[in-house]
């Protein structure tokens, strides 16, 4: 397998086809399965993933630490060859187990950055800007000035002979950025390229990438641990959890109508609270410890007697009674009392106490309730999710 020759990292690519047509760039993967075969025994650290990437999109990769989004970025670029499936690239197969194919990093027209960001310290910040053009046969003067217009792009107009060392990380990050995106519109792979950054300079830097994705129209694919960041930069989200998707779709949806619980945990807070189903309709009855609880299935295939759990989002559950009256629809209500309140500037949130339960309400502006006086929590059956138990692990 090649290797690439960036220095610091092991993984960076950053290869153009020289020559190569500009246009759409288009991702598919289908039924992608990667083993790493180790001394302690076999791994699967994805398990038949499949993942279209239309042009233009930017997808994002979200799971926990292990989940296998490092290795699919790696499958994609090259770095890994998987044991079956198939990944096209922009009309390329660049991989097919049935087929025989596998084509090298350098010539998959795609551009990947890392959390470690590898720049070559004795090169200028236009020398590291215009190293993949130079890379694949542009001449010096024409590399130099495209480097110093991604540059300005990136809000490093200036720079351009300044060293490395002499950047701050921010800065070093969007040198980065502008070495990846230099090439023009392909894929970009993102691996978590803003984890070790401090949360300004990282809000910032979301922002631009997604003004800088506007401007130039690469397609992304962008692996991340954080649920903010996925939510805010994706035009659709995958969630991962031992090497499958758990879910693929639009923020929204994701965090609206997650489709299992682990889903529902993982992005944003849920509240969750565990019983049988008494009776199903439209709407599900569940039996609970505080009484009957009414909301919507999360999935077909529930009976009476399954056990279940039911979700609902901190946001939807409202301790005022005041605000209770603003709920349409069918409205669930739970005898509680304030426990405690955390204040938290936009949002409050607060502790309530159900029984041997505590949920979580939040609620932003309005009056603050205090501890001892909210005396039930009141959420909409239509926000109320119900999903059946997940076996024990
Ligand atoms: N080269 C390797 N050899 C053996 N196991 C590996 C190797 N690379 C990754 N793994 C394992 O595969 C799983 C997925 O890893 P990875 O894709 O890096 O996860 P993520 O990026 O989601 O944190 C993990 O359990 C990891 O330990
Ligand atoms: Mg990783």
């Known amino acids: 397998m090649n290797k690439s020759t960036a220095p610091g990292d092991a993984g960076a690519v950053s290869s153009v086809a020289a020559g190569a047509s500009h246009g759409d760039a288009h991702v598919t993967v289908r039924n992608l399965t990667k083993v790493y075969r180790t001394r302690r025994g076999d791994h699967v650290a994805l398990d038949d993933v499949s993942l279209d990437i239309g042009a233009g999109e930017f997808v994002v990769l979200l799971g926990p630490s292990g989940c296998g989004k490092t290795t699919l970025l790696r499958c994609i670029a090259g770095l890994e060859e998987p044991d079956s499936g198939e990944i096209v690239v922009d009309g390329q197969v660049v991989f097919s187990s049935e087929k025989g194919i596998f084509i090298p990093p350098e010539r998959r027209r795609l551009n990947m950055v890392f959390q470690s960001y590898a720049l070559w310290p004795h090169f200028t910040v236009a020398e590291n800007v215009a190293y993949p053009l130079r890379n694949s046969g542009v001449g010096k003067a024409d590399a130099l000035r495209r480097a110093s217009e991604t540059l300005d792009l990136v809000g490093l107009g200036g720079r351009e002979g300044a060293y490395p060392g002499q950047l701050s990380g921010g800065q070093q990050q969007r040198v980065a950025l502008a070495r990846t995106i230099v090439a023009g519109d392909g894929l970009v792979l993102f691996d978590e390229p803003l984890s070790n950054l401090d949360a300004k300079v990282r809000d910032r830097l979301r922002i631009e990438l997604l003004s800088l994705q506007d401007r130039i129209g690469f397609s992304a694919l962008y692996v991340t ?54 009776a199903l309709d439209a709407v599900v009855t569940v039996r609970t410890t505080f009484g009957d609880i009414r909301g919507m299935a999360a999935a077909d295939g529930l009976a009476v007697g399954d056990a279940v759990s039911v979700v609902i989002r901190p946001e939807h559950c409202h301790i005022d009674p005041h605000a209770a009256a603003g709920i349409p629809g069918e409205i669930n209500r739970l005898q509680g009392e304030v426990e405690r309140s955390l204040y938290l500037g936009a949002v409050t949130e607060y502790v309530v106490r159900t029984g041997s339960e505590t949920l979580i309400c939040s609620a932003s502006g309005g009056r603050r309730i205090p501890a001892g006086e909210g005396q039930e929590v009141c959420f909409a059956a239509a926000r109320t999710r119900i999903y059946a138990a997940e076996e024990e692990s």
Do not use: C, K
């Open 225 to 278: 641990h954080d649920q903010t960041e996925a939510l805010a930069l994706a035009d659709r989200i995958g969630v991962m959890d031992f090497g499958r998707f758990e879910q693929l779709g639009p923020p929204d949806e994701i965090y609206d109508r997650p489709a299992s619980r682990y889903v529902a945990d993982f992005v944003g807070t849920a509240n969750a609270i565990d019983g049988t189903v008494a």
